[in-house]
């Protein structure tokens, strides 16, 4: 996704979540997901940030999984 539509992914991601779900997004270390995780949180989601590499050996690429569920009930 582009810079200009990360808070309409993550306004998706906020609707669309059951109260029990999970979301799994990755992205490949993009400058317009950087603020994914901010928007995510600022629509009220628990979120967690996992470095990966996908691909083979001499072919890596370096990227991070989003894991995002809505917060616990205290």
């Known amino acids: 996704y582009e810079l200009r539509l990360t808070g309409a992914v993550a306004v998706f991601v906020q609707k669309s979540l059951a109260p029990d779900g999970l979301a799994l997004v990755t992205d490949t270390d993009r400058h317009s997901a950087r603020p994914f995780r901010w928007l995510l949180e600022q629509a009220g989601l628990s979120v967690t940030v996992t470095p990966v590499k996908t691909g083979d050996p ?13 917060p616990a009930d205290g």
């Open 58 to 70: 001499g072919n890596r690429h370096k990227g991070f999984l989003y894991r995002i569920t809505h």
